[in-house]
């Protein structure tokens, strides 16, 4: 059988069981060439090059007994494979920590282009903080993005610091990248000129309905109480003792928008398009905080 004819298979058998995606992929087909070609000890870019190569029988039921085990365990395939790819950095995962998706690494990256965030940034933006960290993918792309910037890294769980360490190691960032265990800003070293932060906003509704893949992670990376927004509100709240002057926040909150407009109707945001849309990613400046605080009073 050829590889692209093996994958194709198994992509039929994912669509099949009714597995979820959006751990890296959105569809059985990537899905499938992701467990195939890892299986097969191939990288993920090989695909086109190699589609018509010959898949021996040792192969074969190597690639299917990967996928069968993801149907099975309903477990995200990064779980089973101990790597994720985000804006093609490859990054060490398990079950410590969330599988790296934020779309504020669209962002970062695209600043060798001078992209969106660019227009927000100044000569002197020099010290980041990667707030909720996880895994720290974002740490590592911003540090690879902006070659002149530190960054601190800070995540409440000991468990996800250990899996950051892992890729802020193999990515060799260890001299620019400090891991800090913080509950929020409480043991952060502020102020900082740029704040990215993907933090847990899944609102209750929406956790109790979540797919196996998604409950197959910590829920502190996911849930963000009743109405999404339980630590948003801290971070909104704090986020200001700890920024420079110019200094902005980035801010993923999914598909909450509803609930962050509510919680927020007056404070001045700017929406950041991603490949998901204009409404999934914010921009606040620390004035536009300081004087949505003023008002409040
Ligand atoms: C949605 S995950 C984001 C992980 C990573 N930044 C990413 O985008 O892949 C949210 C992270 O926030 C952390 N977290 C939850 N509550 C926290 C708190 N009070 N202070 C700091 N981090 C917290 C969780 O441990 C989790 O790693």
Known sequence: MKLIDLITAQSARLKTAGVSFGHGTT???????????WALGMEPGELEAKAQREVGDDEHARAEALVTQ????????AYLTHEAWLQNVPFYVDERTIVPRSFIAELLADAENEGTLDAWLTDRTQRVL??????????????MAYPEITVDACDISQDALAVAHINVE???????????????????????????????????ASMALLPPEYRAEPALALAGGSDGMDL??????????????EAVLVLEIGNERRHFERAHPRLEVAWL?????????????????????????
């Open 170 to 204: 193999r990515h060799a960032l260890s001299a620019r990248i400090t891991l800090l265990q913080s509950d929020l800003f409480a043991n952060v070293r502020g102020p900082y000129d740029l704040i990215v932060c993907n933090p847990p906003y899944v609102n209750a």
């Open 232 to 245: 948003v509100r801290r971070i909104l709240a704090d986020a200001p003792a700890q920024m420079s002057d």
């Open 130 to 143: 990667d707030l909720c960290t996880g895994n720290g993918s974002l740490a590592v792309i911003a540090a």
């Open 70 to 77: 993801r149907i099975v365990s309903r477990r995200p395939a």
């Open 27 to 37: 569809n059985a087909f990537d899905e499938a060439a992701w467990l195939v070609l």
């Open 273 to 297: 398009p991603t490949s998901a849309g204009d409404d999934q990613v914010l921009l606040v400046t620390r004035d536009a905080l300081l004087r949505h605080r003023r008002a409040a009073r």
